[in-house]
């Protein structure tokens, strides 16, 4: 996980506009935890951070539980995106 | 939905084993459902996801007899992504590596799929608008 973090945060330092599509159990990490500000690190660094609306539903995490800069989002947005030939990574 | 496009995706891990599956179909059939021809090549244990012959069973341990437990399964989501295409006027193509289907006497799948080698994911990789893999782990 932390080698993807380093790879979105790399690709927007370079210029590039990154989302990151948290799915999954990948959704955990979204949650707020004080020890641990990666996720609001990679935001505030300008990476578009989204996370799975079903996930996060079977996970019981509320929108109001997530990180600053972690916004709660439909899979359509993958969809979207790979139609607009955005390159797509699964990790 | 923006025009119709074209998206390949690549899909390697069996059924019944991981939530991998259920976001690739649940890509899939958000593409679908968005008009977007939709190209699959599943490699490897993913040939077994439209396997014909999987059948439901019961939970005894909870009490369920087969009907009642209404057991999910993968053939039918793959099924009901062909019906979506059909009602959302998008082309859905499925390809099941045949090496990997002979090696596992996986030769039965539902119907909309067809056998083909992964030269065929190389083909669809240079003409597709956009390609996913979603490799095992």
């Keep these: 996980m932390a080698y993807f973090y380093d790879l979105a945060s790399g690709l927007k330092e370079r210029g590039n506009t990154v989302t990151l599509f948290l799915i999954q159990n990948g959704v955990l990490p979204a949650r707020k935890n004080p020890s641990d500000s990666t996720l609001a690190k990679l935001a505030t660094a300008g990476v578009n951070i989204l996370a799975d609306h079903l996930s996060l539903q079977e996970r019981g995490i509320e929108d109001n539980a997530l990180v600053d800069g972690v916004a709660s989002a439909e899979l359509d947005v993958v969809i979207d995106q790979m139609a607009d030939g955005v390159k797509t990574l699964w990790h | ?137």
């Design chain 2, 1 to 137: 939905m923006s025009e119709k496009k074209t998206l390949t995706f690549c899909l390697m891990d069996p059924p019944f084993e991981n939530a991998r599956t259920t976001t690739a179909l649940r890509l899939i059939d958000t593409a679908v459902r968005r008009g977007h021809n939709v190209n699959i090549f599943a490699y490897e244990g993913a040939v077994g996801v439209p396997f014909s012959k999987q059948s439901a069973h019961a939970n005894k341990v909870h009490g369920f007899e087969a009907d009642e437990w209404n057991h999910p399964l993968p053939k039918d989501w793959v099924s009901e992504i062909m019906k979506h295409a059909e009602k959302a006027g998008s082309k859905v193509d499925w390809i099941n590596c045949g090496l990997c289907v002979d090696e596992r006497g996986m030769n039965e799948a539902v119907p909309g799929v067809r056998r083909g080698t992964p030269g065929d994911l190389v083909n669809w990789a240079n003409t597709s608008d956009n390609t996913l893999i979603i490799p095992t782990k």
